[in-house]
Each structure stands twice: as C-alpha cells, then as structure tokens.
C-alpha cells in the first residue's frame, strides 16, 4: 500500500488541540482511500524552547525535510522570548529554511455558519490569498538597524526574483482554480505602489507576470484601499498576491470575513516543501479548555492532501482532500455543530468527531 510520510509539529497552545483533531480525522481518511498516512510527531515551538533552549531542533528540521509533507499547529506562547527580545516563531525560521516562498490563504463562507457581513453576496465569499513569504518587510526581521537610542530603522526587501516566483504562483493557481470553477480566473496585486519604490517595482514585475498569462484578469489596488474593499465587496475577488507583511496583515483581516481564524487553513509552500497549517496563532486566550475551532486544521490537512496529489500523482489523496472539505461543510450544513466562535457549544472534539463521522468517499 502507498505510503506517505508527514512531519507532524503541533507546537504550543491551541496547536497540539487542534492537531490531535486532525490526526483522528486523517485517521480515518486514511483507511477510506486505502493509503498509509503515517504521522511523524516531532518537539518545536516555544514550551520546547523553554524545555531544552532550542526552539527547533536540528533533527526535527531534518525530519521535515525527508517528509512528504509537513503538517504544523500553532508556535509562540506569552512572555516567551528568545535572546534578541522578539517572539520564538519558528514556523518563519522554517519558511526561509525550506524556501516555502509561498503563503496561500483560502478563505470561503460555508452554509450553516454566518458571517459577520450584513450583505446577502457575503455568503458566497470565496478567495485566496497568496503571501510572499520571504523578503518583503520581514526582511528585517533579526536585522533592525538600531542607531543609538534614538532611531531604528528596518528595511523593505523586494527582489525580481522573488517577486516574479510568487506572481508565477498566484498565476498559476489562479489557472487551476479557473479551470475547475469555470469561470474566468484573476489575479489582484495589492501594493504601495504610489509611495514607496520597492512597491513600484513590485507592482511592475507583476504586470510583466500578468502579461505572460493573458488569459487571466489581472488588476492592482493600494493596499489601504484593499482593506476597504476587502470588507464592502469580497465575493468579488479570487486571487491576491501581496508583499510579505501586507499579506500578514490582510490574511487575518480576511479569516474574520468567514467567521474567525478557526475558518482559516493556509499552506506554505516552495518549489520542493510543502508545510500546512492552520492560519492562527496558539490563541493563550482559550488555550487548555478544548474551546478552538479546529476547522482551520482540518482544511489544512485537506490542503496538505490535494499538495501531495499534485506532486505525487496519487489521485486518492485528492479524493482524500475532498472527503475532508465535503465532510466539513456537511457536518456545518445540517447544523450538527456549531463552533464556540460562532457562539455555538461545540468545542474541539465534538467538531473533529462530527466531521470524522461524516467522511464518506467523493464518488
Ligand atoms: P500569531 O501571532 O501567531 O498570529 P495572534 O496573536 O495573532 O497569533 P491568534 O492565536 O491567532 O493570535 O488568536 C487571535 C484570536 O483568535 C484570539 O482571540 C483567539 O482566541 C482566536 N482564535 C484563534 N484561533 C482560533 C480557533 N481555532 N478557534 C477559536 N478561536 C480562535
Ligand atoms: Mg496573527
């Protein structure tokens, strides 16, 4: 029987509940498409640290990489700081490690579950974000130029080639998701182009991009603007790619359009590694009580499957994908559960248990 290898790292926090959801779900999922999924728990995140004085161990960044795919909770608890006073973040050590240059954060609303949005479109929201994940202002990250007590100055990074790769990406799945709605795809490029030179730059390697796909729609907002429009009209997008720290900011402004970070799966993904994860930090605010959301978990896993298909040819881990997603919006649709963060009573166990009763092969 195949069998894939996933690097399991729940983390702090939320992390471990909502991963230990995912592993009773793929649990089943592997039994149903008749594949081996097996999960290789590895120590990281900020406890660890705490534990041991390392963050990420060295054999657990090997094991991601010898994995087929690398599942990831949640990092980062309260007051935990390493050395040079910033958070313990690993999940970014990783992304620059792998070179998963892309950050891709689907949001979509599921019948049964509102939004927080008043406009009857908003029910039908259903877009990706595609985060550059390795230059942009997090270049400065470890790099803050701090001249004296007086000024600290940290630097924007944009490159051609990093700018061009993650165009590429964001056309490229925008094709894939063209072909599969039917619809014509488009790719919005969200910037600062009217302020800032690395912007403008950015803004012009994506037209350069956007003309090698002209069967794409292709447009560009001012970020400021974006956040606007993001909120009025969302159903109106498909795909946006943005600059590192914008993408940041904006993938949590678009989980709250579909009802809360428990809503939000993303993936970090390169050429060669995939990491998926679910778009929310360790939440300390409910941490232990078996309060979260795990959905964000859950579709993430459904994520990390439809990767590995891409890349293996496997078809029955896309078929495994779409029992999870299937399962999901079934188990919300028949208003079996409710999240707590959506005021409902149903907590981490009873959602992963529900959508785990619901899996059911896609044809
Ligand atoms: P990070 O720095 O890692 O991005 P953060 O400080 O932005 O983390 P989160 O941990 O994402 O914060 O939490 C933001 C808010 O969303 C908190 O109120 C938290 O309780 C809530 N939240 C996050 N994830 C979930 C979830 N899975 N289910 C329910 N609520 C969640
Ligand atoms: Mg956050």
Redesign the pocket.
Known sequence: MESYRIAVLPGD??GIE?MHAAAAVLETVQRRIGRILQLQWLPAGAQHYLDSGVALPDATLRHCEQADAILFG???LPHVHGADGT?I?PQIDLRMHLDLYAGVRPIRTFEGLPTPLARPEAAHIDLVLVRENTEGLFYARGRGDVRGDDEVRDTMRITRQGTARICEFAFRLAERRAARSGRRGRVTNVDKANVFASMAFFRKVFEEVAARHPQIAADSGYVDAMALNLVMKPWTYDVLVTENMFGDILS?LIAALVG???MAPSGDIGDRYGLFQ?????????AGQG???????LLSAAMMLEWLAGRSGDAALADGAAMIQHAVEQVFASGQVR???FGGTDGTAAIAQAVAGALRPAH
Request: proline share 13%; glycine share 16%.
């Open positions: 926090g939320i909502v949640a990092m980062g958070e973040i949590d809360g970070m428990g679910p778009a929310h930090g360790t939440a300390p605010d409910i309060k979260a959301n795990p959905t964000a978990m999240p707590m963060e």
